[in-house]
């Protein structure tokens, strides 16, 4: 099982759209979460952390549920510049010496 | 702040050869710093974390005398890809974390990729 799993995608949706991208974790002893950001041929950008209170940033929504082992991201009102790929990330710290680990990506394609 | 930089940005190279890509951290001190592999339309696999004046700590399945790694200075860091061949192929991405920036030192900064191809 892989340590950070995401939707496989693409989504392909229209502008306005409202999409929502799900992340499972396996090491219930991570302690930070992110949501990256990355655009073709191009390094990962961090979007926004990841708390278990959920954290809203515009027109972007995290959540955190650790029962669930469980991140999600939502993208309201979806513009033709959120077209990237979104990648979840996942820290432990004490057992794995505070290195990223990423799941696959998922491909989001919003179409005028 | 927090600007990482990696030169080459693409590079192609005969089978063989060695190829050498530069990060830097341009306005901090990056005493951790992270190498990355990119295969396309895959995730990023963290190759190696270097502490700067240490040897680098490899993650499993990663030659560690087939990629060096030198992390001399608090700004600096380079991997060379010994005797490249075609499934070497692939963009590299280094990350930087460290002191002097806004966020906390465990935040990791990116640099822009070098995209190998290795005839």
């Known amino acids: 099982r892989k340590e950070v799993e995401q939707d496989p995608g693409p989504f392909n949706v229209p502008e306005g759209a409202t999409v929502a991208f799900n992340c499972t974790y396996s090491?219930?002893?991570?302690?930070?979460f992110f949501w990256y950001r990355q655009d073709c041929r191009k390094e990962p950008k961090l979007l926004m952390s990841?708390?278990?209170s959920g954290n809203e940033d515009g027109r972007f929504t995290a959540q955190l549920n650790r029962a669930s082992q469980y991140i999600s991201l939502l993208i309201r009102d979806s513009k033709l510049s959120d077209s990237a790929t979104y990648l979840c990330?996942?820290?432990?710290?004490?057992?794995?010496?505070?290195?990223?680990?990423f799941g696959q990506g998922t491909e989001l394609s919003v179409k005028p | 702040g927090a600007v990482v930089s990696q030169h080459p940005s693409r590079v192609i190279c005969k089978s063989g050869t060695s190829v050498k890509i530069e990060c830097r951290s341009l306005?901090?001190?990056?005493?951790?710093m992270f190498w990355y592999r990119q295969f396309p339309k895959k995730s990023l696999m963290l190759m190696a974390t270097?502490?700067?004046?240490?040897?680098?700590?490899?993650e499993q399945g990663v030659e560690k005398d087939k990629f060096l790694i030198n992390h001399a200075s608090l700004t600096l860091s380079t991997l060379t890809v010994t005797s490249a061949h075609p499934e070497d192929s692939s963009f590299y991405i280094c990350?930087?974390?460290?002191?002097?920036?806004?966020?906390?030192?465990?935040?990791?900064?990116f640099g822009p990729g070098t995209r190998l191809t290795v005839l």
């Open positions: 990350s930087a974390s460290g002191a002097g920036v806004r966020e906390d030192t465990d935040t990791q900064y």
């Open positions: 090491n219930s002893a991570s302690q930070s």
């Open positions: 990841v708390y278990s």
């Open positions: 990330v996942v820290i432990d710290f004490y057992n794995q010496g505070g290195k990223l680990i």
């Open positions: 306005d901090f001190q990056a005493t951790t």
């Open positions: 270097s502490n700067e004046g240490s040897k680098a700590t490899y």
